[in-house]
């Protein structure tokens, strides 16, 4: 039987369709044990193990303290009726330089040069940290019609795992 807590490949579909967008909702657990809700910038990283994700923050903010108490994380991008959705576990990235480049990286993808330049500035006056995991579930329903320049197949459903 396969360990429920191992990561699984992320299908070629679901990578895209994650790596042409930038923002996602992640759930992480208050805790008294309530779901907490946030909006946040990711990165996709590719390495020979395959697919993981990167989400970051400034330090004090809810959502980080609760994944360092608890590290289970749900992910999910939604355009149209398109969507992922992806169950992890976070490793913790204190490191400053690490979580610097990475906040640095998301402004460069998401504002245009100028606005990103300033951000970043204020990112680096900013204690931050990012959290890495790779998929344990995933949950997905991709459409042709609404991805067609993505090159993503019609209809596909990369439902795995509960």
């Known amino acids: ?53 990167v989400v970051n923050s400034r330090e004090g903010r809810r959502w980080p303290g609760n994944l360092r108490r608890d590290p289970r994380i749900n992910f999910a991008v939604q355009d149209g009726h398109d969507w992922v959705g992806v169950i992890g576990t976070v490793s913790i990235q204190n490191d400053q330089p690490t979580a610097q ?21 204020v990112f680096e006056t900013h204690q931050r940290v990012s959290f890495r995991f790779r998929p344990v579930s995933i949950h997905a329903e991709i459409t042709e019609e609404q991805h067609r320049d993505d090159e993503v197949g019609a209809g596909v459903d990369t439902t795995e795992g509960d």
């Open 101 to 121: 480049h990475d906040i640095a990286t998301m402004a460069r993808l998401n504002d245009p040069p100028d606005e990103a330049r300033r951000a970043i500035r």
């Open 1 to 53: 039987m396969p360990d429920p807590k191992a990561a699984r490949p992320l299908p070629k579909e679901a990578a895209r369709f994650l790596e042409s967008h930038r923002f996602a909702v992640i759930g992480t657990t208050n805790p008294d044990g309530s779901p907490h809700q946030a909006v946040v910038w990711y990165l996709v990283e590719r390495d020979a193990d395959g697919v993981r994700l």
